[in-house]
């Protein structure tokens, strides 16, 4: 009986205990239940805020859009304000004008007369052309800075201070032309001079930012860091694909540059786009490599100078720094010492900054080399390239030369006339001569536009350049002297200045000239190269067509050059002074040379000159 009523009371404990547990159970679920529908509250709300931020983003793009369209059409009725007033008051200066109102004011008194015709026949200064000014950004965050800031530098545990390179920020080769690109800073230095560049967008805010000025193209490198690497390395990401769908919807071509890393990493991105190119020879995708850079690869010196070092390449290009300070250090040694394996870009880049490479410093040799790696490739020509396979165009100014030359006697014309058929990029010959030369010219320069005029005893020779000015038709105009030497590659190298300076002329300040009496070869000026100076030697002047024709050359035989470059530095254009070589002033004796030029040797300068 008692072992009944005992397994009585354990069933009952047991069954007490299971519905204490099973209430426990029923409580912690209904508090599931309550957790639950408080979540699908709050879900719904999310929705309901997320559809609100999205209308916001849409009201504020759409505000951010109708500003900028403002702001660009406030900066356009600015700049034509100012046209209009520059017109004015070029009108008010011009020499017709005042000549006219010298008439008008002095019609009954000629003593006024004659004082007003005398005052308009002095030279006046006109204004300077307005130009279009880039629409400042919006907001400084938008765009990351692009400059070089590390100051100093650590070589065998002594410090140096320099000044670093001053990155440009222009001009653009194709402003007409917008491309969205997502690089490492060294493919954007390579690539944010050739077309307007948008930058910095990300996985998040790309459909916010590009909409702000469509781009044409979107390129895309094969980047390791930042937002973007994670979406095309190995499988695609969303964000990758939301980006090329947004292009697709709009008919913006994708172009995928492959530069670093194994291909099959980013293969499968790779196939998203509508084009692939890589860096790399033996691939079966369509090269596209790197290229010297002239905006920021150029013999430009630092403010400082070069020290006098020669440095290793570890030396030079410590792994902390940036690119844009990596370009500062570029320009920094006299000489670098680049081992075996270097990549070729990189040995590339050095030598186009004007260093020499090797264990001293040379300047020939520099020269040279940095001749080499322009040759080598351009990212301007490299973009021709691309543009063209992807079906875009790739319209931009040229660099063709129209070259004026004064030939005042027949003994001079074979030279002479064999010194322009080998240069570079010469479309043209504006050529005052003896009349019995003209064929000659033409059978001479086969391939060249001969505008030929009768050499005129009584015009002066500046008097002829200016006239021929007017029948030039390239972008570049050079005056070449007869009497002097030229290099096969004298046209190309002073070329190349407009690739990376501002200037409307370029010549050489610093050049090597032969005094035939004493056989002496002379260095003028070294120092003055790659240098804005006042003025350039007249037989080495390159200049842009337009401003050289809005200056005049002075009707002078000898010193027309001099006139030309006062009033450059009247009206404020540019003159540089580019490199040393390629040319050499030949005269009998020239004493003012003798006392403002350095003696190298006794014997010929062609050796020291021509490279």
């Known amino acids: 009986m008692s072992t009944e009523l005992e397994s009585t009371r354990r069933a009952l404990r047991e069954a007490i205990s299971q519905a204490e547990h099973a209430a426990e159970l029923a409580r912690l679920l209904d508090a599931a239940q309550a957790r639950l529908a408080e979540a699908e509250r709050s879900a719904e709300e999310a929705r309901a805020l997320a559809v609100r931020l999205e209308e916001a983003e849409e009201r504020l793009n759409k505000e951010r859009e109708a500003g900028e369209k ?102 653009n080769t194709r402003p007409h032309l917008t491309a969205a690109v997502i690089a490492d800073p060294h493919a954007e230095a390579l690539l944010r001079y050739e077309w307007r560049q948008t930058t910095g967008f990300t996985p998040r805010d790309f459909a916010r930012v590009l909409p702000l000025e469509t781009p044409h193209l979107l390129v895309v490198e094969s980047v390791a860091e930042g937002p973007w690497a994670a979406e095309i390395v190995g499988a695609p990401g969303d964000g990758l694909r939301a980006l090329l769908g947004w292009c697709a919807e709009r008919g913006i071509r994708t172009v995928f540059w492959h530069t670093k890393g194994s291909i099959a990493d980013y293969s499968a991105a790779a196939e998203l786009f509508d084009h692939r190119f890589t860096v790399e020879s033996a691939s079966g995708w369509p090269q596209l490599p790197f290229g010297i850079q002239p905006r920021v690869h150029n013999p430009l010196p630092l403010p400082g100078g070069r020290i006098d070092r020669v440095l290793t390449l570890e030396q030079l290009l410590p792994e902390e720094l940036s690119y844009p300070d990596q370009l500062t250090s570029y320009r920094w040694p006299s000489a670098v010492s680049v081992p075996p394996g270097t990549p070729q870009w990189r040995a590339a880049e050095i030598a186009a900054c004007g260093t020499s490479i090797g264990p001293e410093p040379d300047s020939r040799r520099a020269h040279a080399a940095l001749r080499r790696a322009y040759a080598g490739g351009t990212m301007t020509g490299h973009v021709d390239a691309l543009l063209e396979a992807i079906g875009l165009p790739s319209h931009r100014a040229t660099l063709d030369i129209s070259v004026m030359q004064v030939l005042p006697s027949a003994d001079l014309a074979e030279p002479a006339l064999a010194q322009i058929a080998k240069q570079a990029g010469v479309v043209q010959l504006v050529l005052f001569a003896p009349a019995e030369l003209e064929a000659r010219a033409r059978e001479a320069l086969p391939g060249v536009d001969v505008v030929f005029r009768p050499l005129d005893p009584a015009l002066s020779t500046g008097a002829m350049l200016d006239r021929g000015l007017d029948l030039c038709e390239a972008d570049l105009v050079a005056v070449m002297d007869p009497r002097d030497v030229y290099g096969k590659h004298y046209l190309s190298d002073l070329t190349r200045a407009f690739l990376f300076t501002t200037a409307d002329i370029v010549g050489k300040a610093a050049y090597y000239a032969h005094l035939r009496a004493a056989q002496a070869t002379l260095l003028k000026q070294p120092e003055a190269e790659y240098s804005y100076l006042p003025e350039v030697n007249g037989a080495t002047l390159l200049a842009r067509r337009g401003p050289l024709r809005e200056l005049g050359i002075a009707d002078l035989t000898e010193g027309w050059d001099e006139v030309l470059m006062r009033q450059c530095r009247t009206d404020g254009v540019r003159v540089f002074s580019a490199d040393r070589f390629g040319y050499v002033r030949v005269r009998d004796e020239d004493r003012w040379l003798l006392g403002a030029a350095q003696l190298v040797e006794y014997g010929s300068a062609e050796p020291h000159a021509l490279i």
């Open 70 to 171: 403002l702001r660009k059409e406030v900066a356009e009725q600015r700049y034509q304000a100012e046209v209009a007033q520059w017109k004015l008051s070029s009108m008010k200066v011009a020499r017709w004008n005042r000549i006219g109102d010298a008439l008008k004011s002095g019609k009954s008194n000629p003593v006024r007369l004659a004082k007003g015709l005398k005052g308009a026949a002095k030279a006046v200064k006109r204004p300077a052309a307005p130009k279009r000014k880039p629409l400042p950004i919006a907001s400084a965050d938008d765009r990351p800075s692009f400059q070089a800031v590390s100051s100093t530098r650590t070589v065998d545990g002594a410090s140096f201070r320099l000044k670093p390179f001053r990155i440009p920020t222009g001009p």
